[in-house]
């Protein structure tokens, strides 16, 4: 396959994770002013096999993003000689540290969920459930706050930097194209409906590769 084909596959894998994010996410808790929410937070059970998807989900992705990020770091080294640039190093970090976060952040996630259903199930009361859920998101805590700054905030550095000095044949306005906006713009779907923001940092991921595809392998491709 062409250097294109191959970093599209950074897209598909990222549909996976997608539709991984919304069965963790949607519909699962939100905000909530009715007296009877526990935190402010209306928390809801979902059935398990949401989070057992979601998590070989999690597992298609890593795999397929390794793929397509080989590929693409490839093409950045060779085709515009981007090796010893500090911003490429933080965004070729990111992308290393994505084929493991990717899968690790899946079952990482589900497992909190799975905790809260089986609390409910044991006890039903709703206090207790999330009291169990938050005991065991503190041992996730410190290898999910280091993924999302190694990921997302390193790559969002990576390629805005690069896009506005020119080190890449990327239109400036693509800057917008990382996990950070994607987030951004996650937090206005919430406007519309609670949850709907579950896929926007895989959707900011999405729209990365798809601008690298389309724009970083024409030249490769002309020669």
Known sequence: MKSKQRILFGC????????????????TIGTSSDPDAYMGISWNVAPDWRYAVSSVLGFLCAAMFAYAATELLKVMETEYNLKDSKLYKLFKIANWG?????????????????????????????????????????????????GFLVCDLFVTIGWIGMVLKEMIPVKKWMIICCPIFGILFGNLLNLISEGLDSGSESFGWLVLYLVCALCLTKKKEAN
């Not at 994505?98 to 006890?123: K, Q, R, S």
């Not at 009361?125 to 503190?138: C, G, N, Q």
């Open 98 to 146: 994505g084929i493991l976060y990717f899968a690790f952040i899946h079952i990482g996630i589900c497992i909190l969920p799975v905790v809260f259903n089986a609390g409910m199930e044991a006890t039903g009361d709703i206090p207790t459930a999330v009291s169990m859920t938050m005991r065991v998101l503190k041992s996730e805590l410190v290898p999910l706050a280091i």
């Open 12 to 27: 598909y894998a990222m549909v996976f994770a997608i539709i991984g994010d919304y069965l963790i996410g949607y519909g």
